[in-house]
């Protein structure tokens, strides 16, 4: 614990946090033993005292206690847990307020005492003698050592009095364990139905649209193929919304492929990535090995994660070839691309990288990038399996 200096802010802070939070735990205590005669009132006007407590916590030592759901009634613990904080804070508030007024005061004497007795009003009488110099200067080292001391005592009350906050109005590990496994299980859900829904576009379009541009592009080869003794203005017109119809039922395959492929629901990585392999402008070593399919949603980050890093690869890299690795190890999904280009990505260099880290995160995974300037570049990728 580091050691506010006595003129510091934070040495104030912590002497304030001590000596208002005294009465402030005196006046709450009290009133929870006063209507402890009457329950109904007592658990009404328990989430009013923690809140002035969790007020003051946050005024003096900025930090927030994270709030719980209201108490049940009588027998949920989080009732009786705050009870015994208001019971307990006005004994630590004794204790601290006693202590830090007595470091401060003392320091405040021992510090007085050296000067003369007429600008001392009142003048400092004690059973020692003032006017003897031997005694001035013991009081005024222990005065010295009270000054340093007494920042130290008001931030040892602080804490103490902030753990117990901490334990007793904030949440229990059980609870926040069962809440971190809520929101893991809401985040799961989520993530699963986000690809769902990507997976349901995609075959939407596929049998939707997709189907709709094929025959346009058909009907225009058509007519393009047979209607020759047209005018040379609408030949030229039937031809160019020809390309333009084979152009853009390139582009939304491309899109389609690249919102979920179909091949990865009904084959699996490994033919999902040799397409993708198969596709890039560059030789691409895959190594595929697992022998036990995981879930839809990490087939899906595995697949994106080659496929972006690749695409990457191709747009920045300038490399002659590529290698990627995909094998399973218990419950991890080890994921590895490897190139021989001129190196220097970097996660904060652009969208892509970042974007494949936040959806790597959203799975519990984790990427390494290594590439140095001159390559070569590696992005190493672990996923959880179930």
Known sequence: MKVPRPWSARAWLDTAHVMIGFPVAVLLGGLTLLL????????????????????????FQ?????????????RDAMTWRQ???HLLSPVVGVAGAALVALAWGGAVVGLMSFLPPRVQDPPLEFMFDLRDDRVVVVFTVVGVGLL????????????FDLSVARTLLGPSRTELGQRIETLTESRAGVIDAADAERRRIERDLHDGAQQRLVSLAMNLGLA????TDLPEPAREAIEQAHEEAKQALKELRDFVRGLHPAVLNDQGLDAALSGVAARAPFPVKLRVDIERRTTPTIEAVAF???????????????????????????????????DDG???????GGTGLRGLAQRID?????LRLSSPLGGPTTIEVELPCE
């Open 36 to 59: 402890a005669v009457v329950p109904p009132l007592l658990w009404r006007a328990l989430p009013w005292f923690t809140r002035v407590q969790r007020s003051r916590l946050l005024a």
């Open 62 to 74: 900025g930090v927030r206690i994270p709030p719980v759901p209201s108490p049940a009634g009588w």
């Open 83 to 85: 009870i015994g904080y």
């Open 148 to 159: 340093l001391l007494a920042p130290l005592l008001a931030r040892g009350m602080a804490s």
């Open 224 to 227: 393009r193929a047979t209607l």
């Open 304 to 338: 994106f994660t080659v496929s972006e890093a690749l695409t990457n690869i191709a747009k920045h890299a300038a490399a002659t070839r590529a290698e990627v690795s995909v094998r399973r190890e218990r419950d991890r999904l080890h994921v590895l691309v490897h």
């Open 342 to 348: 001129c190196g220097g990505a970097r996660m904060d």
């Open 362 to 366: 959203s799975v519990d995974g984790t």
